[in-house]
Structures are given as structure tokens and as C-alpha cells.
């Protein structure tokens, strides 16, 4: 049972347009919540958390959302850029672990 | 720079051939993962040591094991890989074991069983 969901696959956005990136949950315990980014031959690099008692965080352009009523969280890269074109892993913690369950990632393809 | 280092990045093995796969790193973190990764699904925790602690994952199949010989060094063994244990297996670190420690990721070492 698959307790973090990327449902979509691929994304392809053009340069200077926003990229929305969407992951969902079920568990609600759950309360930390993390995106990493991972480029080809390269291992996933950590890029921005949110933690359950905030509903946004924001780091350059890049901003994470988390609904926790609707078990969601999105990634919103602000504008976008062909140098952000990798795999997108959001990942989660909490239900009294420290361990991160991930999710199968979201292919993002930045048109110049 | 301070990283987590994986050797060999690609290995080959045959099918019941034990294989080695190597993590070492600089950052003198306390915490160190063993992931498995198949071809687009989500990264899967095999085991973390803690220190000297060794903590499996309920699932990990009984072929796999693992060695932490000091800080910086943690290996996986894979006693008799089979066709399914083809995958990337990954090794990240953390500083301590907390939900907000975040964990660094070497960049993998691609395992292929013929």
C-alpha cells in the first residue's frame, strides 16, 4: 500500500512559466514533509521541508504547500528553468519514525 | 567538499554471485540508509545503522546484508542476487535519527544480474 503518491509521471512546462508538482497521502500521521530533486546519474539532493504546523514554506523559487485536510502537498517553482529539469521525489516522516516513505517521483521537463 | 560516496557507480554480477556495493562519507554523520530502487517506483529503505546499531526494515528479504565497519564506511552484501534484485541501490546519511535531520544521498550504484 503506497502511503505517498505522485500521480502524475512527467510534467512539461515552459521556461518563466510556473511548475506545479503534486503529491498526495494517507497517513495521517505524517508530519513532515520533504521534496527532492534528482538529476540523471546523480543521487536525490534535498531541496526544501515543510513541517506539519505550517501550510507553506518558501525558499527562492521555490515554494511547498501542504492542505493537510486534504492530505496534500505541492511544489510551486516560480519561474521555472531549463536547469530545473530533473526527477522530483516527495517524500514523508513522522507517524512516529524518522524514516521518509517516498513517492515514485514526477519527471519535470523545463522548455527553453 | 563534504559527500556521500558510492563504489562502484555501475556493478554486474551473474545470478547467485555474491556482490559487495560500498558508501562511504565525510560528513561524520551518525546515520546510515540502504535504499533500493526499481525502475520508476519509490525509493525503498532496506536497513539504517544508527552508530553501531544495525535496524532492518520487516520486509528486507533475508539476502541482503549490511556491515558498518566505522563511521565512515557502510557496505550492503547481497548473498545470492537474483534476477529481481537488479536496481539502483542508493546510501544516504543523516547527522541524527530525527524526522527533521535531512538525509544526504550518494548517487547510487546501478546494479545489473545476468
Known amino acids: 500500500d503506497q502511503q505517498v503518491k505522485q500521480n502524475s509521471p512527467s510534467l512539461s512546462v515552459q521556461e518563466g512559466r510556473i511548475s506545479i508538482l503534486n503529491c498526495d497521502y494517507t497517513?495521517?500521521?505524517?508530519?513532515?514533509f520533504l521534496w527532492y530533486k534528482k538529476y540523471p546519474a546523480e543521487g536525490p539532493t534535498f531541496l526544501i521541508s515543510i513541517s506539519s504546523i505550517k501550510d507553506k514554506n518558501e525558499d527562492g523559487r521555490f515554494t511547498v504547500f501542504l492542505n493537510k485536510s486534504a492530505k496534500h502537498l505541492s511544489l510551486h517553482i516560480v519561474p521555472s528553468q531549463p536547469g530545473d529539469s530533473a526527477v522530483y521525489f516527495c517524500?514523508?516522516?513522522?507517524?512516529?519514525?524518522?524514516?521518509?516513505?517516498f513517492g515514485t517521483g514526477t519527471r519535470l521537463k523545463v522548455l527553453a | 567538499d563534504a559527500m556521500v560516496i558510492q563504489n562502484p557507480r555501475y556493478q554486474v554480477t551473474q545470478f547467485g554471485k555474491p556482490v559487495t556495493l560500498s558508501c562511504s562519507q565525510t560528513l561524520n554523520h551518525n546515520v546510515m540508509y540502504w535504499y533500493q530502487q526499481k525502475s520508476s517506483q519509490a525509493p525503498k529503505l532496506l536497513f539504517h545503522y544508527y552508530d553501531k546499531d544495525f535496524n532492518n526494515e520487516a520486509d528486507t528479504p533475508d539476502n541482503f546484508q549490511s556491515r558498518r565497519p566505522n563511521t565512515s564506511f557502510c557496505f550492503l552484501d547481497i548473498r545470492s542476487p537474483g534476477l529481481g534484485d537488479a536496481a539502483m541501490y542508493l546510501c544516504?546519511?543523516?547527522?541524527?535519527?530525527?524526522?527533521?535531520?535531512?538525509?544526504?544521498f550518494g548517487p547510487g550504484t546501478r546494479l545489473t544480474v545476468l
Open positions: 497517513n495521517s500521521m505524517f508530519d513532515y
Open positions: 517524500a514523508a516522516s513522522g507517524s512516529g519514525t524518522y524514516k521518509y516513505i
Open positions: 544516504a546519511t543523516s547527522r541524527e535519527a530525527r524526522t527533521t535531520d535531512t538525509q544526504y
